[in-house]
């Protein structure tokens, strides 16, 4: 594989996809929040007939969507390592794509043609999965480096497919 530096148009589309990811993570975020919301409702309504054990169930409400929140939206690796370009990028084309279930759950894969000729098979985020169509310019981004030093972390993040 020819894993180089980022030009500038890549560096933007890689850091416009890690902004759609957010913008998924927040959708997410906004219907948990919505479900909490109607628990938090129904223990209300509960403590105003008498109810009193209902104020642990708006605490535990309150406190699970917090937490959701802080889950979803500030604990991505990814952030400080794509704004200080620490990644190497692959430019390659989508040969196919599918969709597997995997314990109850979607997973979306891309298959990519490398430029030494292989093909790859990578898992992408849904909204990606859905405008790589085949014959699609992608990068490939791989954030882990030469792991000389690096973190654990760093070097567990997958590999990143982003549609240019």
């Known amino acids: 594989m020819d894993w180089s530096e980022p030009t500038n148009e890549e560096h933007n589309a890689v850091a416009g996809f890690y902004a759609g990811s957010k913008v998924?993570?927040?959708?997410?975020?906004?219907?948990?929040?919505?479900?909490m919301l109607a628990v938090m409702?129904?223990?209300?309504?509960?403590?105003?007939?008498?109810?009193?054990?209902?104020?642990?169930?708006?605490?535990?409400?309150?406190?699970?969507?917090?937490?959701?929140?802080?889950?979803?939206?500030?604990?991505?690796?990814?952030?400080?390592?794509?704004?200080?370009?620490?990644?190497?990028?692959?430019?390659?084309?989508?040969?196919d794509r599918r969709i597997g279930n995997a314990a109850r759950k979607i997973k979306y894969y891309v298959t990519v043609r490398c430029p030494d000729g292989s093909d790859r098979e990578y898992m992408a985020e849904s909204f990606i999965y859905h405008i790589a169509k085949p014959g699609k310019d992608v990068l490939?981004?791989?954030?882990?480096?030469?792991?000389?030093?690096?973190?654990?972390?760093?070097?567990?993040?997958?590999?990143?497919?982003?549609v240019l």
């Not at 620490?86 to 989508?94: F, G, M, N, S």
């Not at 490939?140 to 982003?162: F, Q, T």
Request: aromatic share 12%.
């Open 140 to 162: 490939l981004v791989d954030y882990s480096g030469d792991n000389n030093g690096e973190s654990k972390a760093k070097r567990d993040i997958h590999i990143d497919v982003v």
């Open 41 to 95: 409702t129904g223990g209300i309504v509960l403590m105003a007939n008498g109810f009193t054990r209902a104020v642990m169930l708006v605490i535990t409400s309150v406190l699970t969507t917090a937490f959701f929140g802080w889950l979803l939206l500030g604990s991505d690796p990814r952030k400080a390592l794509i704004m200080n370009r620490k990644y190497q990028v692959c430019r390659c084309k989508v040969s």
């Open 24 to 35: 998924q993570a927040f959708k997410f975020f906004i219907l948990v929040a919505f479900i």
